[in-house]
């Protein structure tokens, strides 16, 4: 059994810190609101101009959904080389990975999601996971324990389970599955801040957030090469859930003008694989 000290060595060997960054994960700004949207709109499609995202992957719709679940190999972060935020040796790099559910893929609407964030900061890399349920605040899972902490290479399964309509909590959990352990949050009823996801969307998402002290600009994105959902389903909240595919989800893609224009490039592998490859459209 892994004691917190050995993870501590392991992790200092790698060049990773245990530092804290404040992610702003709520709606945009109102002066990002105009340019950052998460889905395209009528008006992008009619000017044939790709919308500002800062969202990358997959979202199924479906009924009845009651869990969404997806496992990456944790991406190591480094600093692009490509585009206009590359190369800049002192700068701070960041991309997040979550599963979520939802109800529709807009600024506004209820998510329950867990995810791992990935930072380079001048050359220090910094691996985490959170939870939240949207628009509640984000949190660290708690990692007091000693036994959890992520390094790249690590295959984690992350997942959301909505609360039942009998009472039961819901879910949001992360599973170390290279070398066991998992840190896990149940959200008591009511606890949500009201609105629970809906039961028609789940989400396989790399983002691009902003920090609490900037709000209004996304943090250059990090060179994460390619990732993927691997095993990306939905579970119907059925009591004998049934499987659905992230097979036939809309794929979308982190766009910033600002960083280079489009950001990833994502697609569905096989039946149930979300990739996500950073590119940069404009070097
Ligand atoms: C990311 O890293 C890969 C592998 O080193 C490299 O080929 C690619 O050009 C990098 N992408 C960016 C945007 O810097
Ligand atoms: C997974 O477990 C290994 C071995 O116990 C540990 O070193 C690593 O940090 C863990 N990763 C996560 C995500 O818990
Ligand atoms: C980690 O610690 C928590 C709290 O002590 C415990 O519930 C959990 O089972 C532990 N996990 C592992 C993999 O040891």
Redesign the pocket.
Known sequence: MKTSASICALVAALGVSAKTYDVYRQAPQPQQRHRVMLAATAADAATNKAPESVRGGAWLTADDIGAAVGTIVVPQA?M????PT?NNQAGLYMASFWVGLGCADTADSPLLRAGVDIFWDGGMETYNAWHQWYPNPSTAFDVSAGNFSIVPGDRVRMGAVAPGEDGTPGLVRVENLSRGGEVRYEFAAGQGAGAAPCGTGAAWVVEDFTLAGLPDVPVALA?F?STTFEDAHALTAAKHARTISAKKARLFDISLQDQGGKLTSCSISGRKNVVCS???ENP
């Open positions: 480094r692009p080389t490509e585009g590359g060179n090469s950073r590119m940069v």
